[in-house]
Protein backbone atom coordinates (compact mmCIF):
# COMPACT_ATOMS: atom_id res chain seq x y z
CA UNK A 1 0.00 0.00 0.00
CA UNK A 2 1.09 3.52 -0.80
CA UNK A 3 3.10 5.41 2.74
CA UNK A 4 1.19 8.10 3.11
CA UNK A 5 -2.66 6.41 2.88
CA UNK A 6 -3.86 2.98 3.30
CA UNK A 7 -6.96 4.18 0.96
CA UNK A 8 -6.70 3.08 -3.22
CA UNK A 9 -8.12 5.18 -5.38
CA UNK A 10 -7.65 2.97 -9.19
CA UNK A 11 -8.90 5.08 -12.27
CA UNK A 12 -6.27 3.58 -14.48
CA UNK A 13 -9.33 0.68 -15.61
CA UNK A 14 -8.21 1.80 -19.30
CA UNK A 15 -5.26 0.00 -18.78
CA UNK A 16 -6.88 -3.08 -17.05
CA UNK A 17 -9.70 -4.09 -14.54
CA UNK A 18 -10.15 -6.13 -11.77
CA UNK A 19 -11.76 -9.30 -12.28
CA UNK A 20 -15.55 -8.96 -11.55
CA UNK A 21 -16.55 -11.42 -8.17
CA UNK A 22 -19.04 -13.34 -10.54
CA UNK A 23 -16.26 -14.04 -13.61
CA UNK A 24 -13.89 -15.53 -10.83
CA UNK A 25 -16.80 -17.87 -9.67
CA UNK A 26 -17.51 -18.46 -12.84
CA UNK A 27 -13.73 -19.90 -13.84
CA UNK A 28 -13.04 -22.05 -10.88
CA UNK A 29 -15.31 -24.31 -12.44
CA UNK A 30 -12.94 -24.88 -15.23
CA UNK A 31 -9.88 -25.17 -13.27
CA UNK A 32 -10.69 -27.76 -11.14
CA UNK A 33 -13.72 -29.80 -11.84
CA UNK A 34 -14.59 -29.62 -15.90
CA UNK A 35 -11.25 -29.28 -16.90
CA UNK A 36 -10.98 -30.80 -20.28
CA UNK A 37 -10.00 -30.30 -23.53
CA UNK A 38 -12.56 -28.93 -25.99
CA UNK A 39 -10.90 -31.21 -28.89
CA UNK A 40 -11.54 -34.15 -26.91
CA UNK A 41 -14.80 -36.50 -27.80
CA UNK A 42 -15.12 -38.05 -24.18
CA UNK A 43 -17.54 -36.39 -21.82
CA UNK A 44 -15.06 -34.30 -19.84
CA UNK A 45 -13.96 -32.88 -23.55
CA UNK A 46 -17.21 -32.28 -24.55
CA UNK A 47 -18.11 -30.61 -21.44
CA UNK A 48 -15.27 -28.12 -22.07
CA UNK A 49 -16.30 -27.56 -25.40
CA UNK A 50 -20.29 -26.78 -24.80
CA UNK A 51 -18.76 -23.99 -22.25
CA UNK A 52 -16.69 -22.60 -25.38
CA UNK A 53 -19.01 -22.37 -27.80
CA UNK A 54 -21.64 -20.37 -25.22
CA UNK A 55 -18.86 -18.28 -24.41
CA UNK A 56 -18.24 -17.77 -28.10
CA UNK A 57 -22.06 -17.31 -28.49
CA UNK A 58 -22.00 -14.17 -25.88
CA UNK A 59 -18.95 -12.52 -27.66
CA UNK A 60 -20.75 -12.82 -30.71
CA UNK A 61 -24.11 -10.65 -28.84
CA UNK A 62 -21.92 -8.07 -27.82
CA UNK A 63 -21.09 -7.04 -31.60
CA UNK A 64 -24.04 -8.18 -33.30
CA UNK A 65 -22.03 -10.64 -34.59
CA UNK A 66 -22.93 -14.77 -35.37
CA UNK A 67 -21.05 -17.49 -33.35
CA UNK A 68 -19.26 -18.74 -36.22
CA UNK A 69 -17.05 -15.51 -36.69
CA UNK A 70 -15.81 -15.07 -33.07
CA UNK A 71 -12.07 -16.41 -32.80
CA UNK A 72 -10.74 -16.47 -29.68
CA UNK A 73 -6.78 -15.20 -28.79
CA UNK A 74 -4.61 -14.25 -25.88
CA UNK A 75 -5.86 -10.76 -26.14
CA UNK A 76 -6.54 -7.65 -28.23
CA UNK A 77 -2.78 -7.43 -29.57
CA UNK A 78 -3.14 -10.89 -31.32
CA UNK A 79 -6.22 -10.10 -32.93
CA UNK A 80 -4.96 -6.80 -34.26
CA UNK A 81 -2.49 -8.62 -35.65
CA UNK A 82 -4.60 -11.69 -36.74
CA UNK A 83 -6.72 -9.15 -38.55
CA UNK A 84 -4.24 -7.07 -39.82
CA UNK A 85 -1.10 -9.61 -41.13
CA UNK A 86 -3.90 -12.56 -41.85
CA UNK A 87 -5.88 -9.97 -44.33
CA UNK A 88 -2.87 -8.14 -45.89
CA UNK A 89 -1.27 -11.97 -46.82
CA UNK A 90 -4.17 -13.67 -47.46
CA UNK A 91 -5.58 -10.52 -50.02
CA UNK A 92 -2.08 -10.06 -51.33
CA UNK A 93 -3.05 -10.41 -54.89
CA UNK A 94 -5.51 -8.37 -54.95
CA UNK A 95 -2.68 -5.33 -53.41
CA UNK A 96 -0.60 -4.17 -51.11
CA UNK A 97 -1.64 -1.17 -50.06
CA UNK A 98 -3.19 -0.06 -45.93
CA UNK A 99 -4.77 2.47 -44.77
CA UNK A 100 -4.90 3.40 -41.02
CA UNK A 101 -4.15 6.55 -38.96
CA UNK A 102 -1.70 8.37 -36.46
CA UNK A 103 -3.46 7.59 -33.48
CA UNK A 104 -3.77 4.05 -33.26
CA UNK A 105 -2.72 1.64 -30.94
CA UNK A 106 1.13 0.04 -31.36
CA UNK A 107 -0.54 -3.28 -31.59
CA UNK A 108 -1.94 -1.59 -35.22
CA UNK A 109 0.68 0.70 -36.21
CA UNK A 110 3.43 -1.56 -35.15
CA UNK A 111 1.97 -4.58 -37.66
CA UNK A 112 1.33 -2.04 -39.95
CA UNK A 113 4.98 -1.25 -40.00
CA UNK A 114 6.02 -4.33 -39.95
CA UNK A 115 4.61 -5.30 -43.13
CA UNK A 116 5.51 -1.99 -44.48
CA UNK A 117 9.36 -3.23 -43.74
CA UNK A 118 8.39 -6.09 -46.12
CA UNK A 119 6.54 -4.68 -49.02
CA UNK A 120 3.11 -3.37 -48.17
CA UNK A 121 2.41 0.12 -48.54
CA UNK A 122 1.07 2.61 -45.87
CA UNK A 123 -1.05 5.38 -45.30
CA UNK A 124 -1.31 7.10 -42.49
CA UNK A 125 -4.24 9.55 -41.97
CA UNK A 126 -4.15 12.77 -39.43
CA UNK A 127 -6.61 13.43 -36.97
CA UNK A 128 -7.64 17.17 -35.86
CA UNK A 129 -7.44 18.69 -32.90
CA UNK A 130 -9.74 16.50 -31.16
CA UNK A 131 -8.09 13.02 -32.11
CA UNK A 132 -10.64 12.70 -35.54
CA UNK A 133 -10.33 10.74 -38.16
CA UNK A 134 -11.81 12.59 -41.36
CA UNK A 135 -14.11 9.86 -43.72
CA UNK A 136 -13.09 12.22 -46.20
CA UNK A 137 -9.53 11.71 -45.95
CA UNK A 138 -10.32 7.88 -45.93
CA UNK A 139 -12.32 8.23 -49.27
CA UNK A 140 -9.46 10.30 -50.47
CA UNK A 141 -6.41 7.89 -49.49
CA UNK A 142 -8.57 4.87 -51.16
CA UNK A 143 -6.32 3.52 -54.32
CA UNK A 144 -6.96 0.65 -57.05
CA UNK A 145 -4.80 -1.43 -54.58
CA UNK A 146 -6.09 -1.27 -51.25
CA UNK A 147 -6.96 -3.96 -49.56
CA UNK A 148 -7.14 -3.03 -45.73
CA UNK A 149 -8.60 0.26 -43.49
CA UNK A 150 -7.86 0.05 -39.96
CA UNK A 151 -9.25 2.80 -37.62
CA UNK A 152 -9.81 2.24 -34.01
CA UNK A 153 -12.98 2.46 -32.54
CA UNK A 154 -12.06 4.60 -29.36
CA UNK A 155 -8.16 5.90 -28.20
CA UNK A 156 -6.72 4.56 -25.34
CA UNK A 157 -4.91 7.67 -24.38
CA UNK A 158 -7.52 10.54 -25.24
CA UNK A 159 -10.10 8.51 -25.37
CA UNK A 160 -12.25 9.61 -28.77
CA UNK A 161 -14.48 7.97 -30.46
CA UNK A 162 -14.11 7.59 -34.33
CA UNK A 163 -16.99 7.98 -36.90
CA UNK A 164 -16.69 4.25 -37.47
CA UNK A 165 -20.25 3.99 -38.96
CA UNK A 166 -19.20 6.63 -41.71
CA UNK A 167 -15.73 4.73 -42.07
CA UNK A 168 -17.02 1.30 -42.42
CA UNK A 169 -19.81 2.16 -44.94
CA UNK A 170 -16.71 4.17 -47.44
CA UNK A 171 -14.67 0.86 -46.85
CA UNK A 172 -17.92 -1.49 -48.16
CA UNK A 173 -18.54 1.03 -51.14
CA UNK A 174 -14.90 1.07 -51.82
CA UNK A 175 -14.76 -2.99 -51.39
CA UNK A 176 -12.19 -2.48 -48.75
CA UNK A 177 -11.95 -4.32 -45.96
CA UNK A 178 -12.38 -2.75 -42.69
CA UNK A 179 -10.85 -3.77 -39.51
CA UNK A 180 -11.44 -1.93 -35.90
CA UNK A 181 -9.62 -1.93 -32.71
CA UNK A 182 -12.57 -1.65 -30.10
CA UNK A 183 -10.95 -2.98 -26.92
CA UNK A 184 -11.48 0.14 -25.19
CA UNK A 185 -15.13 0.60 -26.52
CA UNK A 186 -16.49 -3.19 -26.62
CA UNK A 187 -18.99 -3.53 -23.29
CA UNK A 188 -19.49 0.07 -22.84
CA UNK A 189 -19.84 1.55 -26.48
CA UNK A 190 -22.86 -0.35 -28.06
CA UNK A 191 -21.16 -2.09 -31.29
CA UNK A 192 -23.33 -3.96 -34.31
CA UNK A 193 -21.05 -4.99 -36.99
CA UNK A 194 -23.48 -5.45 -39.69
CA UNK A 195 -24.93 -1.52 -39.11
CA UNK A 196 -21.15 -0.33 -38.96
CA UNK A 197 -20.14 -2.06 -41.85
CA UNK A 198 -17.07 -3.92 -39.83
CA UNK A 199 -15.56 -7.05 -41.57
CA UNK A 200 -13.14 -7.96 -38.43
CA UNK A 201 -12.81 -6.40 -34.75
CA UNK A 202 -10.49 -6.90 -31.90
CA UNK A 203 -11.82 -7.01 -28.17
CA UNK A 204 -10.37 -7.84 -24.93
CA UNK A 205 -11.69 -9.85 -21.65
CA UNK A 206 -9.26 -7.11 -19.51
CA UNK A 207 -10.35 -3.67 -20.07
CA UNK A 208 -14.13 -5.41 -19.21
CA UNK A 209 -13.81 -6.89 -15.54
CA UNK A 210 -12.27 -10.33 -17.50
CA UNK A 211 -9.40 -12.17 -16.92
CA UNK A 212 -5.79 -11.24 -19.13
CA UNK A 213 -4.42 -13.23 -21.44
CA UNK A 214 -7.55 -13.59 -23.33
CA UNK A 215 -9.63 -11.88 -26.18
CA UNK A 216 -11.47 -12.14 -29.14
CA UNK A 217 -11.38 -11.27 -32.81
CA UNK A 218 -14.67 -11.34 -34.91
CA UNK A 219 -14.34 -12.01 -38.76
CA UNK A 220 -17.22 -11.80 -41.07
CA UNK A 221 -18.19 -14.80 -43.00
CA UNK A 222 -16.34 -14.53 -46.11
CA UNK A 223 -13.43 -12.44 -45.18
CA UNK A 224 -10.14 -14.51 -46.04
CA UNK A 225 -7.35 -14.27 -43.29
CA UNK A 226 -4.30 -16.60 -43.59
CA UNK A 227 -3.61 -17.87 -40.11
CA UNK A 228 -0.56 -16.61 -37.65
CA UNK A 229 -0.71 -19.79 -35.81
CA UNK A 230 -0.24 -23.28 -37.06
CA UNK A 231 -0.52 -26.81 -35.36
CA UNK A 232 -3.98 -28.61 -34.19
CA UNK A 233 -6.22 -26.60 -36.49
CA UNK A 234 -8.21 -25.31 -33.68
CA UNK A 235 -10.53 -22.13 -33.87
CA UNK A 236 -11.74 -23.66 -37.35
CA UNK A 237 -8.21 -23.75 -38.87
CA UNK A 238 -7.39 -19.88 -37.71
CA UNK A 239 -5.73 -20.33 -34.39
CA UNK A 240 -4.13 -22.84 -33.83
CA UNK A 241 -3.45 -24.05 -29.73
CA UNK A 242 -5.82 -25.68 -27.00
CA UNK A 243 -7.92 -22.61 -26.08
CA UNK A 244 -8.04 -21.61 -22.48
CA UNK A 245 -11.19 -22.74 -21.05
CA UNK A 246 -11.36 -20.88 -17.71
CA UNK A 247 -10.20 -17.46 -19.34
CA UNK A 248 -12.65 -17.70 -22.19
CA UNK A 249 -15.39 -18.88 -19.74
CA UNK A 250 -14.23 -16.02 -18.02
CA UNK A 251 -14.71 -13.92 -21.25
CA UNK A 252 -17.72 -14.92 -21.86
CA UNK A 253 -19.07 -13.80 -18.42
CA UNK A 254 -17.81 -10.44 -18.46
CA UNK A 255 -19.79 -10.13 -21.62
CA UNK A 256 -22.47 -11.19 -20.05
CA UNK A 257 -22.31 -8.56 -16.90
CA UNK A 258 -21.20 -5.53 -18.86
CA UNK A 259 -24.74 -6.47 -21.55
CA UNK A 260 -26.77 -6.19 -18.40
CA UNK A 261 -25.23 -3.31 -16.79
CA UNK A 262 -24.24 -1.15 -19.78
CA UNK A 263 -26.33 1.35 -19.58
CA UNK A 264 -26.17 1.63 -15.69
CA UNK A 265 -22.38 1.81 -15.86
CA UNK A 266 -22.12 4.43 -19.28
CA UNK A 267 -24.12 6.71 -16.51
CA UNK A 268 -22.18 6.45 -13.92
CA UNK A 269 -18.93 6.45 -15.69
CA UNK A 270 -19.77 9.63 -17.73
CA UNK A 271 -20.88 11.56 -14.38
CA UNK A 272 -17.41 10.76 -12.79
CA UNK A 273 -15.42 11.36 -15.43
CA UNK A 274 -17.18 14.97 -16.19
CA UNK A 275 -17.34 15.46 -12.68
CA UNK A 276 -13.16 15.06 -12.41
CA UNK A 277 -12.62 16.80 -15.58
CA UNK A 278 -14.17 20.03 -14.42
CA UNK A 279 -12.78 20.03 -10.59
CA UNK A 280 -9.41 19.86 -12.74
CA UNK A 281 -10.29 22.91 -14.19
CA UNK A 282 -11.86 24.91 -11.65
CA UNK A 283 -8.63 24.09 -8.95
CA UNK A 284 -5.59 23.89 -11.40
CA UNK A 285 -4.80 26.82 -14.30
CA UNK A 286 -2.76 26.27 -17.29
CA UNK A 287 -4.33 22.56 -17.66
CA UNK A 288 -5.58 21.43 -21.61
CA UNK A 289 -8.25 18.61 -22.64
CA UNK A 290 -6.72 16.41 -25.06
CA UNK A 291 -9.90 14.58 -26.81
CA UNK A 292 -13.38 15.48 -28.10
CA UNK A 293 -15.32 17.25 -25.48
CA UNK A 294 -18.03 15.01 -25.93
CA UNK A 295 -17.75 12.08 -28.24
CA UNK A 296 -15.22 10.04 -25.95
CA UNK A 297 -15.19 7.30 -23.97
CA UNK A 298 -17.49 7.43 -20.75
CA UNK A 299 -14.37 6.84 -18.78
CA UNK A 300 -11.64 8.63 -20.03
CA UNK A 301 -10.43 11.73 -18.66
CA UNK A 302 -7.13 12.77 -20.75
CA UNK A 303 -5.29 16.60 -19.67
CA UNK A 304 -2.01 17.99 -20.09
CA UNK A 305 -0.67 20.12 -17.08
CA UNK A 306 1.56 22.76 -18.46
CA UNK A 307 4.90 22.98 -16.22
CA UNK A 308 5.13 19.74 -14.88
CA UNK A 309 6.08 16.33 -15.54
CA UNK A 310 3.74 13.84 -16.19
CA UNK A 311 5.73 11.11 -14.46
CA UNK A 312 6.68 13.06 -11.65
CA UNK A 313 2.87 13.54 -10.92
CA UNK A 314 1.79 10.16 -11.10
CA UNK A 315 4.68 9.23 -8.94
CA UNK A 316 2.89 11.65 -6.35
CA UNK A 317 -0.67 10.48 -6.93
CA UNK A 318 0.86 6.87 -6.05
CA UNK A 319 1.77 8.22 -2.84
CA UNK A 320 -1.49 9.27 -1.96
CA UNK A 321 -2.95 6.08 -2.89
CA UNK A 322 -3.83 7.20 -6.83
CA UNK A 323 -3.68 5.01 -9.33
CA UNK A 324 -3.92 7.06 -12.83
CA UNK A 325 -1.55 6.77 -15.83
CA UNK A 326 -0.05 9.20 -18.60
CA UNK A 327 -1.00 7.36 -21.21
CA UNK A 328 -1.42 3.72 -22.67
CA UNK A 329 -0.04 1.21 -20.20
CA UNK A 330 1.75 -0.48 -23.05
CA UNK A 331 4.10 2.48 -23.34
CA UNK A 332 4.28 3.79 -19.82
CA UNK A 333 8.00 2.98 -19.83
CA UNK A 334 8.89 5.03 -22.39
CA UNK A 335 10.51 8.55 -22.52
CA UNK A 336 8.93 9.62 -25.48
CA UNK A 337 6.46 11.80 -25.87
CA UNK A 338 2.80 10.19 -26.90
CA UNK A 339 2.69 9.81 -30.53
CA UNK A 340 -0.95 10.20 -30.06
CA UNK A 341 -0.64 13.69 -28.39
CA UNK A 342 1.78 14.86 -30.69
CA UNK A 343 -0.51 13.61 -33.60
CA UNK A 344 -3.26 15.99 -32.27
CA UNK A 345 -0.72 18.77 -32.21
CA UNK A 346 0.39 19.12 -28.87
CA UNK A 347 3.54 19.94 -28.58
CA UNK A 348 6.51 17.59 -27.03
CA UNK A 349 7.01 20.02 -24.15
CA UNK A 350 3.51 19.81 -22.89
CA UNK A 351 2.49 16.22 -23.79
CA UNK A 352 5.20 15.25 -20.93
CA UNK A 353 2.95 16.78 -18.59
CA UNK A 354 -0.20 14.30 -19.44
CA UNK A 355 -2.50 12.45 -17.14
CA UNK A 356 -4.95 9.71 -17.96
CA UNK A 357 -7.28 9.04 -15.48
CA UNK A 358 -10.14 6.65 -15.98
CA UNK A 359 -12.36 5.73 -13.30
CA UNK A 360 -14.69 2.66 -13.20
CA UNK A 361 -17.61 0.35 -12.39
CA UNK A 362 -16.07 1.35 -8.04
CA UNK A 363 -14.96 4.09 -7.95
CA UNK A 364 -17.21 7.19 -6.31
CA UNK A 365 -17.78 10.78 -5.70
CA UNK A 366 -16.08 10.24 -3.03
CA UNK A 367 -13.02 9.33 -4.65
CA UNK A 368 -13.42 11.66 -7.50
CA UNK A 369 -13.18 14.51 -4.90
CA UNK A 370 -10.23 13.03 -3.29
CA UNK A 371 -8.08 13.19 -6.96
CA UNK A 372 -9.46 16.75 -7.37
CA UNK A 373 -7.93 17.44 -3.97
CA UNK A 374 -4.91 16.16 -3.80
CA UNK A 375 -3.56 16.82 -7.39
CA UNK A 376 -3.65 20.55 -7.14
CA UNK A 377 -1.41 20.36 -4.22
CA UNK A 378 0.73 17.92 -6.02
CA UNK A 379 1.09 20.64 -9.07
CA UNK A 380 1.39 23.38 -6.61
CA UNK A 381 4.33 21.46 -5.42
CA UNK A 382 6.21 20.69 -8.77
CA UNK A 383 5.57 23.96 -10.28
CA UNK A 384 7.59 25.57 -7.67
CA UNK A 385 10.41 23.34 -8.21
CA UNK A 386 10.21 23.68 -11.72
CA UNK A 387 12.54 25.47 -13.78
CA UNK A 388 10.20 26.51 -16.94
CA UNK A 389 7.22 27.25 -14.51
CA UNK A 390 6.58 31.11 -15.20
CA UNK A 391 7.41 33.27 -12.14
CA UNK A 392 5.14 36.55 -11.10
Known sequence: MPEESKRLIYMDHAGTTPV?????EAMLLYFKEQFGNPSSIHTVGREAKGALEDARAQIAALVGAHQAEIIFTSGGTEADNMAIQGCAIANEKKGKHI??????????????????????ELTVLPVDRMGLVDPEDVRK????????????????????????????RIAREHGVYFHTDTVQT???????????NIDMLAISAHKMYGPKGVGALYVRSGVRITPLIYGGGQERKRRSGTENIPGIVGFGKAVELAIKEREQRAEHLISLRDRLIGGIFSTIDDVVLNGHPTQRLPNNA????????????????DMKGIAASSGSACTSGSLEPSHVLLAIGVTAEIAHGSLRFSPGRSNTVEDVDFVVEEL???????RAMSPVTPRK
Open 20 to 24: HPEVL
Open 99 to 120: ITSAIEHHAVLDTCEYLAKRGW
Open 141 to 168: AIRKDTVLITIMHGNNEIGTIEPVEEIG
Open 186 to 196: AGIVPIDVGKM
Open 302 to 317: NVCIKYVEGESMLLML
Open 376 to 382: PKIVERL
